[in-house]
């Protein structure tokens, strides 16, 4: 054999090797079979995606927003996919009693709690999709009290959903799984409070993590690190901006995002990097900080 049939022998098997090193992570999809799962943010997007995949799974999911109607249209699909129950809490996860509402349903309809996943993403007052198609800068609009309620919904309220559900997480040495984003790895133009919010995830999750592990408390902590994701929303978002199209054909299926996240929780992941990409990217720009400045989603 010549030496490049040999080069390309080693570089084939190096490949399948490296391939096979990241796909097997010992996913089983039965363990989820009658698990019981509470998602947050389940109205449309992900979150809905992700209560269609728990429920062709088999699992008992209960599912939150504020929209009744649309919980509703999902709790009906979730079934007639094959969840084996379905129930819906709709309330505002901006607000305490609405959190504490939410735990309390799951612990009175299923007993226990083997997974909690925190998705949800909004604020009262002002929409993020307001801010992608204004685009203005912290320095243009220095909005405090958006910034308040903004990381009071998507920070403040994981951590109190988590803080109700760990007790019977512990008992069911169960999963606490966190949908963060890229902004939540490294800093991008246009997002200050989004990105405060997403590293603030990043701070406390990851350092619960280590807290759960050195008290030998068997609950797994999973972030969930996501680029560009084709939701209804974010189409409709990107439709309307200047080369928004362009942008739309990078962005990530839902369907593939949701079972991405899905499979990371089940096996206990530290991290989950959706699409593959953001994982390298998000590692060399930890190297080299400079680097985030050409990485701009909200131009
Ligand atoms: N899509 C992306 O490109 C992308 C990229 C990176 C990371 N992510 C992350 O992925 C997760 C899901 O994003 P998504 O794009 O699927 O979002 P989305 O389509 O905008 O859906 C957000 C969900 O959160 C709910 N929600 C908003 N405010 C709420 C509140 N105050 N209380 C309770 N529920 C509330 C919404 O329902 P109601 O309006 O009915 O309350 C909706 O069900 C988020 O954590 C997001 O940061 C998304």
Redesign the pocket.
Known sequence: MSRLAWASLVVVLAAVGLGVYWNYDGYDPESLRGATVVI?????????EMAYQYARLGAKILI????EN??KEVVAKAKSLGAQEAHYVA????KAE?CERTIQTAKEKFGRLDYLV???????FKS?KQKFLEGKSWDEDPDVDYFVDFLN??LV?YVRLASLALPLLKESKGHLVV?????GKFPQNKLTY?SCA?FGLDGFFSSLRVELMKAQQDVSVTL?V?????????IDIFQTVPDGEKTLKG?AP?DETAKAIIRGGATRAREIYYPFHVWPITKLISLLPQLSEYYDLAK
């Open positions: 947050t943010g389940c109205s449309t997007g992900i979150g809905e939150t927003a504020r929209r649309r919980l309330g505002d996860m901006g609405d925190l998705n949800h993403v909004g604020s009262s993020i919904i998507n309220s949908v963060s984003s890229v902004s989004y997403k969930a996501l680029d560009l994701i084709a939701t209804p929303a974010v962005a839902v």
